[in-house]
Structure formats: structure tokens, C-alpha cells
């Protein structure tokens, strides 16, 4: 069992070398054979075929995501009762801490970040309904945990009411549309990049679901101090914030 299990693991590592250096176009079972010498029959007692191996792949980015929220979550509540800070800005703290894999995803795993975004942007139906079924129960836990924060900061009073499931896909929806941004910075002033426009974006939602601005603005400086003490890029934010 660890063996065949030891073995999936290379597969799917080596998918998603292929992913980002290729796009999802070259992962395909026949190509996956080819990169790890494989013969085409193993592979096919693993994915049944390309969309089966697309739809693991995906499945493995989800439960990344979800244990990058658990950490994050972790964390912010371990700094948040060593060093405590307004009860507003606790709450804006943690909807951000849950929020941290979808802001940092590109720098994180540029693998994970391209599948996703590929898969999201195509105008063709990649997955079958079948497919997609499997792939959004695996996705509903981790787009729980960010409702269920979001409930959270609703009943301490520090957001409106308002239905977090909704909340939840609008900044998700957000984050992905300003990675669409990301290839024209080098041609943009600093003042509207995308790191700019993220936080811009966050600022803009939060205050719409009723955060406190002044409030958010310490959350949104504890949330970048925090980055700035792991190794390796972080979001560049240049510019005053609004």
C-alpha cells in the first residue's frame, strides 16, 4: 500500500512540474508515461484517463489550500492571545488569515496557482459535470472554513449580516480576477499593480460587509507584518493606504 501510495505521489508531482512549466494542455496520461517511464497501462490503474488525472490534481491543490488555512488560522490565534489587539481588528485578522493561501497562491505554488487559474479561465467545459461534482465536494470544506470565520466576525458584531457562503466566492472570485492583472505590472506605475489592487480590493469588499475602516487598517498591518517574518517573496505593497 505505501508503495502504490509512494508511487501516486511521484505521478502527481511530476503533473504538476508539468503544469507549470507547460500549462495544463500537456498533462495528459500518455505525456505523464513519457516524463517517469512509465508504461501507459500503470498510469491507468491510477487516473482513468486525463480528466481522472486533472480531477486528482485538483483534489490535491484543495486539501493544500486547506491545510495552508488551517496553519494560518492556527498561527494568527497564537499571536493574536500572545500579543491581543481590538476585537474588530481580531476578527479582520482572522478572515484574512483564512484568506492568506488565495492572496499568496501565486508565490506559494506557481503549480497549484496555474491549474487553478487554467482550469477557472477556460471557456471550455474541461470537467464533466460528474467530474466537477467530485471536484466542488472537495472544495466545500475549505470554502467552509472561510464562511464559518466570516460567521464569526457576523455574530461578534464587527461585520453586517450577510450570507458568508456568497462573501466567500466574491473574494475568491476577486482574487482570481486580479491575478489576471499580475503580467502587466511590469508596465504599470507602483501605485496600481496588483499587490496595490489586492489589498485595495480587500479594503473595498470588507468595508462593503461592514468593517470598521480604521480597524482594518491595523488588521491589514498585522497581516503584512506577519508575512514579512517567513522566508521567501511576500506581496510588494507600495503606496498609502485609502
Given amino acids: 500500500m505505501q508503495k502504490r501510495a509512494d508511487r501516486r505521489t511521484q505521478m502527481m508531482e511530476t503533473a504538476m512540474r508539468l503544469v507549470r512549466e507547460e500549462g495544463i494542455g500537456a498533462v495528459t496520461v500518455y505525456r505523464l508515461a513519457k516524463e517517469l517511464g512509465q508504461s501507459v497501462s500503470i498510469l491507468y490503474r491510477y487516473f482513468p484517463g486525463k480528466a481522472g488525472l486533472l480531477v486528482a490534481l485538483q483534489e490535491h491543490a484543495i486539501d493544500a489550500w486547506e491545510t495552508e488555512v488551517d496553519q494560518w488560522l492556527r498561527e494568527t490565534d497564537e499571536a493574536l492571545t500572545a500579543v491581543p489587539i481590538q476585537k474588530h481588528a481580531a476578527h479582520y485578522a482572522r478572515i484574512l488569515a483564512v484568506l492568506s493561501p488565495f492572496i499568496e497562491g501565486y508565490l506559494n505554488s506557481p ?14 467545459q474541461i470537467l464533466s459535470a460528474a467530474d466537477l461534482k467530485l471536484v466542488n465536494e472537495r472544495l466545500k470544506p475549505l470554502l467552509d472554513k472561510v464562511s464559518k470565520v466570516l460567521d464569526q466576525a457576523v455574530a461578534a458584531r464587527v461585520l453586517a449580516p450577510g450570507d458568508s457562503g456568497v462573501r ?20 504599470e506605475p507602483a501605485s496600481l499593480r496588483s499587490d496595490v489592487l489586492l489589498l485595495e480590493m480587500i479594503r473595498n469588499l470588507m468595508r462593503g460587509f461592514g468593517a470598521s475602516s480604521k480597524q482594518l487598517e491595523v488588521a491589514l498591518s498585522y497581516f503584512l507584518a506577519g508575512r514579512s517574518t517567513r522566508s521567501g517573496p511576500r506581496i510588494d505593497v507600495r503606496g498609502e493606504p485609502k
Avoid: Q, T, Y
Avoid at 503549480?111 to 471550455?124: I, Q
Fill in 111 to 124: 503549480a497549484r496557482h496555474r491549474l487553478v487559474d487554467e482550469l477557472m479561465s477556460s471557456p471550455e
Fill in 168 to 187: 466567500a466566492r466574491l473574494f475568491w472570485a476577486a482574487f482570481h480576477g486580479i491575478d489576471h492583472l499580475r503580467k502587466r505590472d511590469r508596465g
